[in-house]
């Protein structure tokens, strides 16, 4: 026989709700009950970490982590020259991330995509800095759950939301600065010109960052009507954006070069 444990029913990430579904074992019934098909759920696997001591720019408490918009709880947020790193207040676990993992960071402001001011960064999920795990717990790491592969997903985004607000832009200044010391193999200054608009096709590269799961739906917040104090990057998340941008145009022209061809 199946033993059936008390379960909670989900609330979240819904795409099926039957009532009145009978359950067979072994060909014997289990009685009626109540189908419920979610998407799959991926969590952020909290690791042990040494707490930085070294080249510190920024240690604040009270800041929550919210990993696709769920969040994992409060912690301690604290930013050196070599990473920036996250503690659960709750099990004193979690993770570091190296600045060649981070995509782009920014400041948002807008209320109408995330209920709160944060901080919001684009992680590159290859370079390994983070682990993920599909229906694992956050404070259960060795419980069972199937380990990410590297191709399941390429980018994941988290938001630092300070209890504190006024702390925000100290963070991202100190961040940005941190980047600079830091800078990644992929993005050079020679990639992007800092005296042009973004170039591109928007409405492609809004699509190519939907894809990506960059947490800004439904705002154009790199367009030029974009107001400067709503989002802000640093120069490297520019020189990324710069690059998606330019591929989507570049993408648009083939196009219709083709179409032309055609």
């Given at each position: 026989m199946i033993v059936l444990n008390t379960v909670t029913e989900p609330t979240e990430n819904i795409r099926v709700v039957q009532p009145q579904v009978a359950l067979f074992f072994d060909n014997q019934s289990q009685g009626d009950g109540k189908l419920i098909v979610t998407e799959r759920r991926v969590m952020i696997v909290l690791n042990t970490v040494t707490e930085?001591?070294?080249?510190?720019?920024?240690?604040?408490?009270?800041?929550?982590?919210?990993?696709?918009?769920?969040?994992?709880?409060?912690?301690?947020?604290?930013?050196?020259?070599?990473?920036?790193?996250?503690?659960?207040?709750?099990?004193q676990k979690g993770f570091s991330l190296t600045y060649p993992?981070?995509?782009?960071?920014?400041?948002?402001?807008d209320c109408s995509s995330f209920p709160e001011e944060c901080l919001y960064l684009l992680i590159d999920a290859k370079k390994g800095d983070l682990t993920l795990s599909a229906d694992r717990p956050v404070d259960t790491p060795d419980s069972d759950g199937d380990e990410m592969e590297d191709d399941d997903m390429d980018h994941v985004t988290l938001r630092?939301?300070?209890?504190?607000?006024?702390?925000?832009?100290?963070?991202?200044?100190?961040?940005?600065?941190?980047?600079?010391?830091?800078?990644?193999?992929?993005?050079?200054?020679?990639?992007?010109?800092?005296?042009?608009?973004?170039?591109g096709d928007?409405?492609?590269?809004?699509?190519?960052?939907?894809?990506?799961?960059?947490?800004?739906?439904?705002?154009?917040?790199?367009?030029?009507?974009?107001?400067?104090?709503?989002?802000?990057?640093?120069?490297?998340?520019?020189?990324?954006?710069?690059?998606?941008?330019?591929?989507?145009?570049?993408?648009?022209?083939?196009?219709?070069?083709?179409?032309?061809?055609?």
């Open positions: 930085p001591t070294e080249n510190i720019r920024v240690v604040q408490p009270q800041v929550a982590l919210f990993f696709d918009n769920q969040s994992q709880g409060d912690g301690k947020l604290i930013v050196t020259e070599s990473a920036v790193t996250w503690i659960s207040a709750n099990c993992s981070i995509i782009l960071h920014a400041i948002s402001r630092f939301v300070p209890m504190d607000k006024s702390i925000l832009e100290h963070v991202y200044k100190q961040m940005c600065e941190c980047q600079e010391l830091n800078p990644s193999s992929d993005v050079s200054d020679e990639d992007y010109d800092y005296d042009e608009e973004p170039v928007e409405a492609g590269a809004s699509a190519m960052y939907d894809d990506m799961g960059a947490g800004f739906e439904g705002q154009d917040w790199y367009g030029a009507g974009t107001n400067p104090d709503d989002v802000q990057l640093s120069a490297e998340g520019m020189a990324n954006l710069q690059r998606i941008l330019a591929g989507a145009g570049d993408a648009g022209e083939n196009e219709d070069n083709e179409e032309m061809e055609d």
